[in-house]
């Protein structure tokens, strides 16, 4: 399967302030995603990034909340602004490969003081 | 859209034992379902998956049932070891979308 990297691995941040999550794959993936998972829970899908357009984001996240950048087929980022304790959580990009296999990046730990 | 239901929550087990965690789907469109594990503080790993048209797959110590008519499926760990103590999540998708939706987890303790 594909290698996918994601930085920062971990990080605690202050309220109000905004992180970028970057996420890299070793090869190009059409369907890429952003997923949260909040401390003792499920998977929740925050986003499609599409490559060369906007993503297409769940209900209950929107656009200025967590922008979303695909530039190319490998590489995406997820900022989270205007961090408040409850978005302390890790982020997670995944890929779709081989068909439906859903593979995920590293995880970014972060925590909002 | 699509619901699944994941039971238990925890599960304790002896080294050694069986355990098994199932899930019941929603929408009858759906025909992939895979097991992820997610040991602590790392990503979920997919470890086992089965489509619709299979009824059981193995894979060492692992395996997986799907019942299409009742809409469950689960998964059997044989012979725990400590090593399979993790959260394990089920998902299913179908119907043309790439997005799984994904059980709440089962936290699987193996004391040894």
């Known amino acids: 399967s594909a290698v996918i990297s994601q930085k920062p691995s971990r990080d605690i941040c202050q309220r109000g302030t905004s992180l970028t999550i970057q996420c890299q794959v070793d090869s190009q993936v059409t369907m890429m995603f952003w997923y949260r998972q909040q401390p003792g829970q499920s998977l929740t899908l925050i986003a499609t990034?599409?490559?060369?357009?906007?993503?297409?984001?769940e209900s209950g996240f929107v656009i200025d909340k967590f922008p979303i950048s695909r530039p190319n087929l490998t590489f995406s980022t997820l900022t989270v602004s205007n961090m408040s304790p409850e978005d302390s959580s890790i982020y997670l990009c995944?890929?779709?490969?081989?068909?439906?296999?859903?593979?995920f990046g590293s995880g970014t730990q972060l925590s909002v003081l | 859209g699509e619901n699944v239901e994941q039971h238990p929550s925890t599960l304790s087990v002896q080294e050694g034992d069986s355990a098994v965690i199932k899930c019941t789907y929603s929408?009858?469109?759906?025909?992939?379902f895979p097991w992820y594990k997610q040991e602590l503080g790392k990503r979920p790993q997919l470890i086992i998956d089965i489509r619709s048209n299979v009824g059981e797959k193995k894979d060492q110590r692992i395996a997986v049932t799907l019942n299409k008519t009742a809409k469950h499926f689960s998964l059997h760990i044989t012979e725990t070891q400590p090593e399979d103590s993790a959260v394990y999540f089920c998902a299913a998708l179908g119907g043309g979308s790439y997005i799984p939706t994904f059980g709440r987890g089962t936290s699987l303790i193996v004391h040894p």
């Open positions: 929408d009858s469109a759906s025909n992939y």
């Open positions: 990034a599409n490559q060369g357009s906007e993503a297409t984001y």
């Open positions: 995944s890929v779709v490969e081989t068909g439906e296999k859903l593979f």
